[in-house]
């Protein structure tokens, strides 16, 4: 029987000897790379804390105790100590547990998040409602490295060592987030674990100090040279007096795949009181046969080969949009000096790394800081440069302050690139890129457009390029492209403010579709009219401005306009839309039919828009009953 089969609660690991702890982090890992390579999902940071999460529910008395993970990609190796082993199978699935943690499935969870730096913010409110309740529990945020070049860390550090609070924060220092780490917070860090000496000398010091310092007269006077010369050797031998001077009590940097060693740091820092940060080395993908500590394997498709880390069996169709829009800007940067491109530690995943290798001068990544992205860019735009800056919607939501003062009021020409908009599939709820129309349509002077095809990508990038008076928006999903597109100089701009009349119908239902949703209203229009329904379907790529001519025509010729839109249905297109008709032409209707006010769980990305009514079927459902309801009031 495996170490492993034996552990159903972290009550579990309290019996076991060294030797089985060890063999556990071996099997756990394992368990992990093989799970992943089935369902896929973020691998890299959850081998890299393996030793680490047995190591905490072994000295805390977890779920009274709290483990607040950040993220949640450090999550996996929780989730299967803490009673979800057996349900590992179903991990991003449609039903199944979520690939982040999530306080309703679990008691373990004290916190859900998918994303970075959350959890000192949120373990410090826990503290503090602890103390206000009068209980007395431990409380413990683990954040990685790569998450403290984001403010709201920062704010947290702050905070949290200012308020004396009972708390431990476990920094994770593995010299990566997605992409390796940048900035001089990851400088910092590099240096404090190169100056392991420090620790030594304080333990000495601290040790003197603590035996001479109850005495009184030259003994105490001893005892605070001592005092006072720790700090200057602290000061002088390591920069981890950083966080001592935010107020915390430094303790590391240890290894972090020692489990003997950390069990015996976390029980002595278990008895201090008083905000305390452990400094952790570990190894991101530690374990993976096919490599380790790299970007690549941060996250995993489902079916791969864990010995190579390619999909089995991976079908050859069109190129994703990602892709698309990676090669369209590394080659509009050659005929533009002035493009720059900006990535908050996503270049692969927002498809600039290949912008980093062509036009490395021109490529910008600030690292988990996507309010300070948006603000970087203004600057730039202030000094002649166009900055173009990749990030995916759901991220993008938290520099929506700086969008609005520091780029929209100053009229500044920054391109804003939205990967992964729409629904994402098996990633859930938490990087849905549902509300990027609703929030972007209502910043003044943006222009806000979606491409129905890798094609006109391109060419409202060229459009973008061409507009220099205002932020522009451009929004796609994650998905593969429906056509082949070919090299960016062969694709014209498209014209500024237009939509495009796709199909022509005689029936009184017109859809306006955005974006992704073209192709499905295409699809929907070819079944209605096998039925006898001859619906007009409109590629809107323009949200705002609205094309004035053609909405004009479109209020003429028919009764109802149907707006079709993956994002959220409140507030979206169709709303903004229906206050312009409500205007000129009131007797027109005009109905939202996009993502239902709710929260759209893990499951496919064909499944999720079959659920909304998003695919063709739903579509042309949603037709049929319009037009039904027109009959009866004839």
Not at 93 to 112: P, V
Not at 169 to 189: C, K, Q, T
Not at 287 to 301: I, M
Not at 398 to 406: L, V
Request: charged share 20%; aromatic share 6%.
């Amino acid at each position: 029987m495996t170490v492993l089969s034996r552990i159903n609660s972290p009550a579990d690991l309290k019996g076991l000897s060294s030797p089985e702890l060890k063999q556990l982090a071996d099997e756990l890992r394992e368990f992990l790379i093989a799970t992943c390579s089935a369902t896929g999902g973020h691998i890299g940071a959850g081998l890299g804390v393996v030793e680490l999460t047995i190591a905490l529910h072994y000295v805390y008395d977890t779920p009274r105790d709290q483990l607040v993970w950040d993220v949640g990609h450090q999550g996996y190796p929780h989730k299967v100590l803490t009673g979800r082993r057996d349900r590992m199978g179903t991990l991003r699935q449609e039903g199944g547990l979520s690939g982040f943690l999530k306080r309703s499935e679990s008691e373990y969870d004290a916190f859900g998040a998918g994303h970075a730096a959350t959890s000192i913010s949120a373990a410090l409110g826990i503290a503090t409602g602890r103390d206000l309740n009068h209980d007395d529990f431990k409380v413990v945020a683990v954040i990685g490295d790569g998450s403290l070049g984001s403010g709201l860390a920062y704010e947290g550090l702050n905070n949290a060592g200012a308020s004396d609070r009972d708390i431990v924060v476990v920094l994770n220092d593995n010299e990566m987030s997605i992409a390796p780490n940048v900035g001089a917070m990851h400088r910092y860090l590099t240096s404090v674990q190169r100056n392991p000496l420090y620790n030594r000398v304080r333990s000495s010091l601290g040790q003197i100090f603590e035996q001479h310092d109850k005495g009184k007269g030259p003994i105490h006077d001893i005892g605070t040279i001592v005092k006072r010369w720790e700090e200057s050797v602290k000061a002088f031998l390591t920069p981890g007096v950083l966080f001592e001077e935010l107020g915390f009590r430094y303790f590391g940097p240890i290894d972090g795949h020692d489990i003997d060693g950390m069990i015996e740091t976390f029980k002595a820092v278990r008895a201090f009181k008083g905000p305390r940060l452990v400094h952790v080395i570990t190894q991101k993908g530690r374990g993976f046969p096919a490599g380790e500590h790299g970007e690549k394997w941060h996250a995993l498709p489902p079916g791969h080969d864990p010995a190579t880390g390619k999909v089995i069996a991976a079908s050859k169709g069109n190129a994703n949009w990602t892709t698309v829009f990676g090669r369209a800007l590394t080659e509009l940067m050659a005929e533009d000096p002035t493009l720059v491109a900006i990535t908050a530690a996503m270049p692969s995943g927002t498809g600039v790394n290949l912008v980093q290798k062509a036009h490395p001068a021109h490529f910008f990544d600030v690292g988990i800081a996507e309010g300070h992205a948006v603000t970087f860019a203004a600057g730039l735009a202030t000094q002649g440069l166009r900055p173009v800056t990749a990030v995916y919607s759901t991220f993008l939501q938290r520099g929506y302050d700086n969008i609005i003062h520091d780029v929209a009021i100053q009229h500044l020409p920054v391109i804003f690139c939205l990967d992964r908009a729409g629904l994402v599939g098996e990633d859930g709820e938490t990087h849905g890129g549902l509300y990027d129309i609703a929030y972007m349509l209502a910043v003044p002077h943006m222009t806000v457009t979606a491409p129905a095809n890798g094609a006109e990508l391109v060419g409202l990038l060229r459009a973008a390029m061409a507009h220099r008076d205002n932020p522009f928006s451009i929004r796609y999903p994650r998905d593969a492209s429906p056509d082949v597109v070919g090299p960016a100089t062969d694709i014209p701009a498209v014209p500024y403010g237009t939509w495009e009349v796709l199909r022509k119908g005689s029936d009184e239902v017109a859809i306006l579709a955005v974006g992704t949703m073209v192709a499905e209203s295409l699809r929907a229009a070819e079944t209605l009219a096998g039925e006898g329904l001859d619906v007009t379907v409109v590629n809107c790529r323009f949200l705002k401005p609205v094309d004035e001519l053609s909405l004009a025509a479109l209020m003429h010729d028919h009764k109802t306009l149907l707006v079709v839109e993956e994002g959220t249905v409140v507030n979206g297109f169709g709303a903004y839309l229906s206050t312009i008709v409500e205007r000129t032409e009131p007797q027109v209707r005009v109905v939202a039919h996009g993502v239902p006010d709710r929260v759209v769980y893990a499951a496919s990305r064909a499944r999720q828009l079959a659920e909304c009514g998003l695919d063709a079927a739903g579509i042309a459902s949603k037709v049929r009953s319009l037009h039904d309801a027109g009959a009866m009031a004839h």
